[in-house]
């Protein structure tokens, strides 16, 4: 841990879409935010580890096993962690109602802010026409986003070795792409629409990767990002007030790289489509 920055206390931290097990996870800047904060409550919001991924080939390195090391131990001090699985890990979803660890597992929850708001927790696949409705296509753009991500990784590790700070190549593609655009609108709209009916204040998910905080007919809509692309967290400040931090902006890798113990040299090779 650095001496130069100072851990923060939130009331609240909801993370999501880490995607541990896959190239893409950009488990170093997450492991970075954990040392930087403490909070009551934890909420994983979902696609924390890719099952999808790990069907076809165990990857696993360190710092992914950090990741969790870190999560149980929180659980251990006396935060409350609550896992709301996403798609990616929905073989947890088989564990609701179960205590693991110390961890709560459940489909979903009502999360009621400091100032009173109440929102709706979730991970938000219900409501993605694309992943609902026809999973084996979900699979066919798995992987094409995995290479991106890929790349995506292979990419920032020359930035970083040039001195350059952390971009997203995946999150700009994403934003360039139109259809993308008229996506990630259909699905803020229908996620808003399911907390009215459920007659919340707002929203608080995760799953399309797209950190967000604003108003859609009366309700707030919140996404809490993700850590493969925009490596964002959602924070709840202790009178209530909600923030996304994006950590990437917070910290460079030059002062991650001075506060970490050396390592071996990052793992950048292409992952090929699994073969059986
Ligand atoms: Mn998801």
């Not at 929102?119 to 798995?142: I, N, P, Q, S």
């Not at 259809?179 to 709209?189: G, H, P, S, T």
């Not at 964002?232 to 001075?258: C, F, N, P, Q, Y």
Request: contains cysteine.
């Amino acid at each position: 841990m650095s001496a130069d920055f100072p851990v923060r206390h939130f009331r609240t931290v909801f993370i999501s879409d880490v995607h541990l097990g896959t190239r893409g996870c950009q488990a170093e800047l997450l492991l970075d935010f954990i040392r930087h904060m403490e909070c009551d409550t934890l909420f994983l919001v979902g696609d924390i580890i890719d099952g999808w991924k790990l069907k076809s080939g165990w990857w696993w390195p360190q710092a992914h096993n950090d990741v969790v090391q870190k999560i149980l131990r929180m659980a251990r001090k006396g935060a409350q962690v609550i896992y709301v699985p996403g798609n990616h890990d929905d073989v947890v979803r088989d564990f609701c109602g179960v205590h693991l660890g110390g961890v709560v597992v459940t489909r979903d929850a009502i999360h009621e802010t400091a100032d009173g708001r109440r929102f709706l927790v979730l991970h938000g696949d219900e409501f993605d026409g694309v992943t609902r409705h026809a999973r084996w296509l979900a699979f066919l753009g798995d992987w094409a986003y995995r290479t991106v991500l890929a790349l995506n990784t292979v990419f920032n590790h020359v930035r970083r070795r040039l001195g350059f700070g952390y971009w997203s190549l995946s999150a700009y593609l994403k934003v360039k792409v139109k259809n993308a655009l008229q996506f990630i609108e259909n699905f803020e709209a229908a996620v808003a629409e399911e907390a009215r009916r459920r007659g919340v204040d707002g929203v608080i998910c995760g799953h399309i990767h797209k950190a967000e905080m604003r108003v859609i007919d009366g309700i707030e809509y919140v996404n809490d990002g993700d850590w493969v692309e925009s490596c964002t967290a959602l924070v709840e400040h202790m009178d209530g007030r909600l923030e996304i931090l994006e950590w990437a902006k917070v910290r460079s890798w030059s002062v991650i790289d001075r506060a970490r113990a050396p390592e071996a040299d990052v793992d950048v090779e292409i992952e090929e489509p699994a073969a059986a």
